[in-house]
């Protein structure tokens, strides 16, 4: 299972400059951060 499913309408994408990826997953309410490995 990989941190993007169950993801519903998706919106916008962001990176910080420490390599986070922001997913804004507006049909569930919430802001999903995927750290880097």
């Known amino acids: 299972m990989t ?3 169950g993801l ?3 919106r ?3 990176v910080d400059a420490q390599g ?3 997913v804004v997953d ?3 309410n919430r802001v999903l951060r995927l750290r880097p490995a």
């Open 20 to 22: 986070n990826l922001y």
């Open 12 to 14: 916008g994408v962001a």
């Open 26 to 28: 507006t049909g569930n």
């Open 3 to 5: 941190p993007l499913t």
């Open 8 to 10: 519903d309408s998706p």
